[in-house]
């Protein structure tokens, strides 16, 4: 009997982590990450090109955008890839043999997802950096942006955002019968979450954009509905404040808004341990 079981824990979710990062690294998504980082770096330089707008401001501003489309597509196929694909081609039953719990095996390759994904978003905002550096040159902008405080600010809530897309999708990869599902579900419900705060604020101002279909405030409450259920991903996209400096930017709430985020990943980790727990698996 094990005298420390946080340290039996601890050490056995670690082999975990490096045992997952070395499966991704094995894997066909290494070319992924190369890839993704050169779609960065040609979609900023080919703006700056052909935008009427401050360049330095244009390059961080379509990069921030970038970011956050590429990071939770390659976390997804992380997902399959280290927890989806063992569990469909049964390769469970060599690692469920170990005398040890299965929730170790599950946040052991959480945890490599969350690790590689910060990572890639450690290096891509280091490249974008420098690429809004260099198209901003020697053009005296009349608003320049950040690339301090506010930058970093704004790549920890970009971090946030990344854990609740590991977790969404996590839980799918425990309880989805086929891997695809795993796209599907967890890109819609990124999608939603990003999205909904912004429908919302655009029919308080204008309430008659749906009045062709639909009664206006029926579907403003029903859109105020998804507020109970899901995290408000949508303003975790501070990136006004990297590109304007304007501490006016960032929500008053902020604190509440991160606290709540990361209660809520861990409470979908919760739900995906238990899931995996009571599955029978033959």
Known sequence: MNNN?????INHIREDVFLGINIAFHSRLTSLFLWILITLVVTVLLVTQFSAR?????????????????????????IQALISNELDRKLYLNSFTYPRPRVYWLLGRVFAI???????????GLVLALLSLYAGGTYEQATPISLGIPYI????????DLLVVVSI???F??????PSFVLIGTMGFVVIARSYTPIIELLRSNPYV??????PHLYQDSLGMLAFILPDLGRLDIRMLALYDKPAFLPEDWVILIVATIAYAVALLSISTWVLNKREFN
């Open 153 to 160: 600010t704004t790549l920890a809530f970009t971090a946030a």
């Open 5 to 9: 079981p946080i340290r039996y824990a």
């Open 54 to 78: 401050q360049p330095a401001t244009v390059a961080l501003d379509v990069g921030i955008s970038v970011i956050r489309i590429t990071l939770p597509l390659l976390s997804i196929l992380l």
């Open 169 to 171: 999708g996590s839980l």
């Open 210 to 215: 749906v009045s062709s279909f639909s009664d």
């Open 173 to 178: 990869a425990v309880t989805a019968s086929t």
């Open 114 to 124: 969350i690790l590689i994904g910060i990572g890639l978003l450690t290096v891509m």
